[in-house]
């Protein structure tokens, strides 16, 4: 019996010394050896086909990309290829080609190369059961699509959630909200974000929102316009303040958060819009002078709260937040001039051409004078024409002269080479708008008529941009239609035949 033991004992130490070496690492044999070259093969030829996919990928060459990859299925099915087993990872590749192709059809491919997925597992390919790396590739192509793949996006979440049996992360949820944000359809937007909190109170970590979720949601109110949005923007950016003051650094309010909910104060209709927008718009300064770098207004903010004061018809309090954002070293660009100017110009008030003015001048002395060659900085020809408007509006003596001066710099700024001061119709119709004013009906009749046949010569010459529309036959026949005389009356027939050519050319 002992010697029975022995010879066991013998039998194994023989077998183990055949197979490992006297570190106990696996002994290289020839059927090692062999194993060892066919994985290696294996993963380099795999490796390749990565390679290959991804290079017609970054070429938007997304169709030979799928071709290749379906041809090296079918070889691999067919046993032509013992090498190159393609994976989630592959598939992948191709699915997120498809999300960033632009195709009008890329969602629809992106689905049904996972469909082929789940039709190759059902047949026994196990190693290709969508993962959640493709659920999400797949329903991120659907987010970016036209309207109505909201929908198809957050059925394959639903999807997605039951295949795999656990639900989608932050990511893939993100990305379905910001389809529905893009069809305005907030309520669902919001309902998913409900959902993820939900979730995450649970102990599911993967969905817990983060400050760029509740940014979407946010987003989506500022551009919705609907009734309340405005309110419910800012009780989303309450509750964000809140979790992040209970611990929730992830839900922390940054400035676009703020600015999304500024956005949808100045979009709202309410008595007290400007006021909140602008509270909001201290709120950012307070963080920002208490040391929280992070939260510098930026000219996006600024500008937001100055379009909601202007949109309340306050240009003098739109000034004032232009003047606290200098103040702040804030850089305003050319739109938030023009929103003010043009503010002015709607106002009529006594003194709004000269506050338009003073608007025009200070853009000029700050392209002058540290602004130079930033072009969204430089006045252009729309800054130029709310500047005329002004002037008509307020209807102070001098109007037409200035009109004229302004016109004369415009076309003397495009002949230097800037592109920015093309004159264009809307200029032109300001110009015949303010000639309407001249005490000299005569003369402002020979002027409408100069400026028409000036208007009339470039367009010939293929200038499409000053081409008469309905405005400039409009206000030609008014200024005519002060004179009442046969010759004034023959005018007005010739503008107004004129002007049904042009609505018969167009029709």
Same mark, same amino acid.
């Given at each position: 019996?002992?010697?029975?033991?022995?010879?066991?004992?013998? %039998?194994?130490?023989?077998?183990?010394?055949?197979?490992?070496?006297?570190?106990?690492?696996?002994?290289?044999?020839?059927?090692?050896?062999?194993?060892?070259?066919?994985?290696?093969?294996?993963?380099?030829?795999?490796?390749?086909?990565?390679?290959?996919?991804?290079?017609?990928?970054?070429?938007?060459?997304?169709?030979?990309?799928?071709? +290749?990859? +379906?041809?090296?299925?079918?070889?691999?099915?067919?046993?032509?290829?013992?090498?190159?087993?393609?994976?989630?990872?592959?598939?992948?590749?191709?699915?997120?080609?498809?999300?960033?192709?632009?195709?009008?059809?890329?969602?629809?491919?992106?689905?049904?190369?996972?469909?082929?997925?789940?039709?190759?597992?059902?047949?026994?390919?196990?190693?290709?059961?969508?993962?959640?790396?493709?659920?999400?590739?797949?329903?991120?192509?659907?987010?970016?699509?036209?309207?109505?793949?909201?929908?198809?996006?957050?059925?394959?979440?639903?999807?997605?959630?039951?295949?795999?049996?656990?639900?989608?992360?932050?990511?893939?949820?993100?990305?379905?909200?910001?389809?529905?944000?893009?069809?305005?359809?907030?309520?669902?937007?919001?309902?998913?974000?409900?959902?993820?909190?939900?979730?995450?109170?649970?102990?599911?970590?993967?969905?817990?929102?983060?400050?760029?979720?509740?940014?979407?949601?946010?987003?989506?109110?500022?551009?919705?316009?609907?009734?309340?949005?405005?309110?419910?923007?800012?009780?989303?950016?309450?509750?964000?303040?809140?979790?992040?003051?209970?611990?929730?650094?992830?839900?922390?309010?940054?400035?676009?958060?703020?600015?999304?909910?500024?956005?949808?104060?100045? %979009?709202?209709?309410?008595?007290?819009?400007?006021?909140?927008?602008?509270?909001?718009?201290?709120?950012?300064?307070?963080?920002?002078?208490?040391?929280?770098?992070?939260?510098?207004?930026?000219?996006?903010?600024?500008?937001?709260?100055?379009?909601?004061?202007?949109?309340?018809?306050?240009?003098?309090?739109?000034?004032?937040?232009?003047?606290?954002?200098?103040?702040?070293?804030?850089?305003?660009?050319?739109?938030?001039?023009?929103?003010?100017?043009?503010?002015?110009?709607?106002?009529?008030?006594?003194?709004?051409?000269?506050?338009?003015? +003073? +608007?025009?001048?200070?853009?000029?002395?700050?392209?002058?004078?540290?602004?130079?060659?930033?072009?969204?900085?430089?006045?252009?020809?729309?800054?130029?024409?709310?500047?005329?408007? %002004?002037?008509?509006?307020?209807?102070?003596?001098?109007?037409?002269?200035?009109?004229?001066?302004?016109?004369?710099?415009?076309?003397?700024?495009?002949?230097?080479?800037?592109?920015?001061?093309?004159?264009?119709?809307?200029?032109?119709?300001?110009?015949?708008?303010?000639?309407?004013?001249?005490?000299?009906?005569?003369?402002?009749?020979?002027?409408?008529?100069?400026?028409?046949?000036?208007?009339?010569?470039?367009?010939?010459?293929?200038?499409?941009?000053?081409?008469?529309?309905? %405005?400039?036959?409009?206000?030609?026949?008014?200024?005519?239609?002060?004179?009442?005389?046969?010759?004034?009356?023959?005018?007005?027939?010739?503008?107004?035949?004129?002007?049904?050519?042009?609505?018969?050319?167009?029709?």
């Amino acid at each position: 019996m002992e010697k029975i033991k022995n010879e066991e004992a013998v %039998a194994r130490q023989t077998n183990d010394h055949d197979l490992t070496n006297k570190n106990g690492r696996p002994r290289w044999n020839s059927n090692n050896r062999r194993r060892h070259r066919t994985n290696l093969k294996h993963m380099q030829e795999s490796a390749a086909l990565n390679e290959q996919l991804k290079k017609l990928v970054a070429k938007n060459q997304v169709n030979l990309a799928e071709e +290749l990859l +379906l041809s090296t299925l079918n070889d691999f099915q067919k046993g032509l290829s013992k090498s190159v087993r393609p994976d989630n990872h592959h598939f992948g590749i191709v699915i997120t080609g498809w999300g960033r192709s632009g195709f009008a059809d890329s969602p629809q491919r992106a689905e049904q190369l996972m469909n082929k997925m789940i039709e190759c597992y059902r047949d026994g390919s196990r190693w290709l059961k969508p993962n959640k790396f493709v659920y999400s590739s797949v329903v991120n192509c659907w987010s970016v699509g036209v309207k109505g793949s909201a929908a198809r996006a957050e059925e394959l979440l639903r999807r997605m959630e039951r295949v795999t049996g656990s639900p989608p992360n932050f990511v893939t949820y993100s990305t379905v909200i910001k389809a529905w944000a893009k069809e305005g359809r907030i309520e669902k937007a919001e309902e998913l974000l409900i959902t993820m909190e939900s979730l995450y109170e649970q102990g599911n970590e993967e969905t817990k929102p983060n400050t760029i979720t509740y940014n979407l949601v946010l987003e989506a109110f500022a551009k919705s316009g609907k009734e309340g949005s405005a309110h419910k923007a800012e009780k989303l950016l309450k509750r964000m303040d809140d979790l992040f003051k209970n611990g929730n650094l992830d839900a922390k309010p940054d400035v676009k958060s703020y600015s999304n909910c500024i956005d949808a104060w100045a %979009a709202s209709n309410e008595m007290d819009a400007p006021q909140r927008a602008e509270e909001l718009l201290r709120q950012i300064e307070l963080q920002f002078l208490r040391g929280n770098t992070e939260m510098k207004p930026s000219v996006v903010t600024y500008g937001t709260v100055i379009k909601a004061w202007t949109r309340n018809k306050n240009p003098q309090r739109a000034e004032e937040i232009l003047k606290r954002m200098e103040k702040a070293m804030v850089k305003p660009n050319s739109v938030c001039f023009y929103m003010i100017i043009v503010a002015w110009a709607c106002s009529g008030e006594i003194g709004s051409a000269q506050r338009s003015e +003073l +608007l025009l001048k200070r853009m000029q002395q700050m392209q002058e004078h540290g602004y130079k060659g930033v072009k969204t900085n430089n006045p252009d020809v729309k800054i130029y024409t709310a500047v005329i408007d %002004a002037w008509v509006n307020s209807a102070e003596d001098g109007a037409p002269e200035r009109a004229e001066e302004l016109v004369n710099e415009v076309e003397i700024s495009y002949q230097k080479g800037n592109t920015n001061m093309k004159p264009n119709i809307g200029l032109y119709n300001a110009l015949l708008r303010a000639n309407y004013l001249q005490n000299d009906v005569i003369a402002a009749a020979r002027r409408a008529d100069d400026i028409f046949e000036k208007l009339l010569a470039l367009n010939q010459e293929g200038d499409l941009d000053v081409e008469p529309n309905h %405005a400039t036959y409009r206000t030609i026949v008014l200024i005519w239609s002060k004179i009442k005389t046969k010759d004034a009356s023959n005018k007005m027939a010739y503008y107004k035949s004129m002007f049904q050519r042009h609505n018969a050319k167009y029709s």
